[in-house]
């Protein structure tokens, strides 16, 4: 546990950080950001998409202004319309997104009163005439008269103005002041207002304010459903017409049952009694509703007031409905910001939450989410703080997105099954700090993993190889074992003559190139370079990374050497240095591969007989003047791969058992019919050589030679024509026997 100190602590700190958030002793704006967007995204995705159409939506829209006029409209004209709403359309409740906070004085009364005071003040017939034209010319009286005994509900705001500026007259607040004297309610409070001439507002008896609450972000979620003002509580539009539509219940404050109101954080709830039962709507600590919006714009049906008024609309389309005034006619729209659009009709605002109040879709977001979120963040970063540490990777990762899926799961479950909102940024970025802390931990921690392999196997393996390793650095270990590997020697030819014939920093500069050509070889095919021997290279293959054609590898390798010495070659020339030619012995077997040395001195290399074997054939490729020679075991691996030509049994110093040895041509589909014609060939004269067929080993030979001239063909001509002159014996089992290394 020790070794992952660091990571707890680290991990602890960014818990209690979080938990500090989530309790509120601090807020962190960019979490509050994320959470609004989560909110947001939750709200379009869950909205049903369906038109209510219990509520529609009177639009002062581009062809009512056309027909009637520009708005403001004369006082006359909307009395017109409460009469025909009522008494035509027979609607259950009239709400106005709109405030009438000015005298109408379109009719001309205002100067025929002037008249009446100065000119014509001595004129009783026009006296007589004024005070007959005042009740058909008093368009607000007669708006006023039409409100009245009707469930019509005016619509005025508040404002927060420096000057506390007020106009009109408010209606009478629903809860007096003092209704919270003693409880701990975070009301939304203002300094001002715009509101409804006195005789409008005494008609209708009603009203509401249309002030949704803009969030941080300048998006409307909420609308305070009880604002406070001087004390007293005053309801908002959709509120007093949802009260008025159930026949004026008085509101009720809604608390848990059996808690201490002047300690809980804020009421929950507001509850409407009528005959048919309890509504109960749901409010934050602001005493605001989320608003349940249905959907995008158009969530509600839209009728053209110049359609009501001019008779056009079936009854049966507003009969019995909530109506709700508002406009969408350019330069009179009220457009907000909303979690569904950026440009949203003010008046939907309320036909949404009217329609969620009655169907009881309003989320719920109490003050108690703060104390589950509280609890979700600690459960979950106490999980991760101490469990993440102390696993893989890839089940650190398994558990971060069960721990992920849990709390969406939870979430979602609250928000579906119980209505309620709960916060889910905090937990996200706690998941997702936890996690990115100890992937990244364990990212630099593996970095030091790889150096450290680096620094083992860096100068033997390729860089290729030591990654691959450094995502497991367990299996891997300088530790001796025995394991099936190929090795391989390469030996410069006649090195000591060209060594002479150089200057010191000549041949320095020729072995570098040379070694340095060579060693690229071995690294790009997989090969662990083991030491430079002089000009020799010793490189072997299959660890300490697991290599299944380490055989292969090997044999490329060896034939690729062979391609890059002529490039070489020619290089050398060009400076008038000699050109370099090399053997190459390559075998595979058992060995013992790992660190081995003295405290001094350690190198990671391969050990056994399978190795001294590569070395003897390196030895013996000069004797049969071929430039590679692979072992047995080497050749069985890969006989179906790459065409060996079979150069003899052979029984090197130090073994008694003898062993074929081959000099591979290349691969299979690689070599010319020719070059396969002449293998075919000499296949015949080997079997005639051990067959103690001389005659006809000789007539093979010959003609192999006119092919192409080897020292091969030659080596066995000579080995002929002694053996005919002294016959071997019937015993003779065609091995060849070296006595030196």
Same mark, same amino acid.
């Given at each position: ?9 680290? @991990?602890?700190?960014?818990?209690? %950080? ?271 509703? =989320? ?90 970063? @106490? ?40 916060? =889910? ?119 300490? %990374? ?196």
């Amino acid at each position: 546990m020790k070794q992952h100190l660091i990571r707890f602590v680290l @991990g602890g700190i960014i818990l209690l %950080v979080l938990l500090g958030h989530s309790a509120r002793v601090y807020q962190i704006p960019l979490i509050n950001h994320l959470d609004s967007i989560i909110y947001d995204a939750k709200v379009r995705l869950t909205m049903p998409q369906r038109v209510d159409e219990r509520v529609v939506i009177l639009d002062i829209d581009e062809k009512s202004l056309a027909e009637v006029g520009r708005w403001p409209w004369g006082r006359d004209k909307l009395a017109g319309l409460m009469d025909r709403l009522f008494t035509q359309y027979k609607v259950s409740v009239v709400g106005f997104d709109v405030v009438f906070a000015e005298p109408d004085d379109s009719s001309g009364m205002k100067s025929l009163d002037a008249l009446a005071k100065k000119e014509l003040r001595d004129n009783s017939s026009f006296q007589s005439l004024v005070k007959d034209l005042r009740p058909r010319l008093d368009f607000d009286a007669r708006f006023a008269d039409s409100l009245k005994n009707r469930p019509v509900v005016l619509g005025y705001y508040f404002s927060n103005q420096s000057d506390a500026t007020t106009s009109g007259e408010l209606p009478p607040p629903v809860l007096p002041v003092g209704s919270f004297k003693g409880k701990n309610v975070a009301f939304t409070g203002w300094s001002g207002y715009g509101a409804n001439l006195p005789n409008l507002q005494q008609a209708a008896g009603v009203a509401g304010h249309f002030n949704p609450l803009v969030d941080f972000d300048g998006t409307s979620r909420r609308v305070p459903l009880l604002a406070e003002y001087k004390g007293a509580y005053y309801e908002s539009l959709s509120l007093a017409m949802v009260r008025l539509l159930l026949g004026g219940p008085k509101i009720v404050p809604g608390y848990p049952p059996g808690v201490d109101t002047r300690d809980y954080g804020a009421m929950e709830w507001l509850e409407l009694p009528t005959a048919r039962g309890t509504l109960r709507i749901p409010v934050d600590e602001n005493a605001a509703a =989320l608003v349940p919006y249905r959907g995008y714009r158009g969530s509600f049906n839209y009728v053209s007031i110049a359609d009501v008024l001019a008779g056009r609309t079936p009854v049966e389309q507003l009969a019995g409905k909530i109506v709700l005034v508002g406009t969408t006619a350019p330069g009179l729209m009220d457009l907000r910001v909303t979690p569904v659009s950026n440009a949203y009709p003010g008046v939907e605002i309320h036909a949404n939450l009217i329609a969620g109040m009655l169907e009881g879709s309003v989320k719920y977001k109490p003050s108690y989410v703060l104390g589950a979120d509280v609890v979700l963040v600690f459960l979950a970063g @106490g999980i991760m703080v101490f469990l993440l540490p102390l696993l893989t990777p890839f089940r650190a990762t398994v558990v971060s997105v069960i721990v992920l899926l849990a709390l969406l799961t939870i979430n979602t479950a609250f928000w579906y099954g119980g209505n309620l909102v709960l916060p =889910l940024a905090n937990s996200l970025v706690l998941v997702a700090l936890l996690y990115a802390l100890n992937m990244s931990w364990g990212y630099f921690i593996e970095s030091r993993t790889k150096r450290q392999l680096t620094g083992l196997f860096g100068q033997y393996v390729p860089p290729e190889l030591v990654e691959e390793m450094s995502r497991d650095p367990e299996n891997y270990s300088m530790a001796g074992r025995k394991a099936e590997l190929t090795v391989l020697f390469s030996d410069v030819r006649g090195f000591t003559t060209i060594s002479e014939g150089l200057e010191p920093d000549e041949l320095a500069t020729l072995m570098n190139e040379y070694l340095g050509a060579m060693t690229k070889i071995v690294r790009k095919n997989r090969g662990t370079l083991d030491k430079y021997i002089g000009d020799a290279i010793m490189a072997f293959w299959g660890a300490p %990374v697991d290599d299944a054609e380490h055989a292969k590898h090997a044999v490329i390798t060896a034939l690729e050497m062979h391609v890059a010495l002529i490039e070489l070659n020619k290089d050398l020339s060009a400076k008038g240095w000699p050109e370099l030619k090399i053997g190459i012995g390559v075998n595979t077997g058992v060995m013992t591969v790992g660190d081995m040395g003295s405290p001094v001195r350690q190198s990671y290399t391969v050990m056994g007989d399978a190795v001294n074997l590569g070395s003897r054939l390196e030895g013996i490729t000069k004797q049969y003047g071929v430039g590679t020679i692979a072992g047995e075991s080497t050749r069985e691996l890969l006989k179906k791969e790459v065409v060996f030509r079979e150069l003899d049994k052979v029984r090197v110093k130090g073994k008694d058992e003898p062993v074929g040895i081959y000099e591979p041509v290349g691969f299979e589909g690689n070599v010319s019919k020719d070059d396969l014609d002449e293998l075919k060939l000499w296949n015949q004269a080997l079997r005639a050589y051990r067959s103690q067929n001389w005659d006809q080993a000789e007539v093979l030979l010959l003609n192999l030679t006119r092919i192409k001239p080897r020292y091969l063909y030659e080596l066995y001509s000579l080995r002929v024509a002694h053996l005919r002159k002294e016959p071997p014996g019937e015993g003779w089992d065609g091995v060849t026997t070296f006595e030196t290394k």
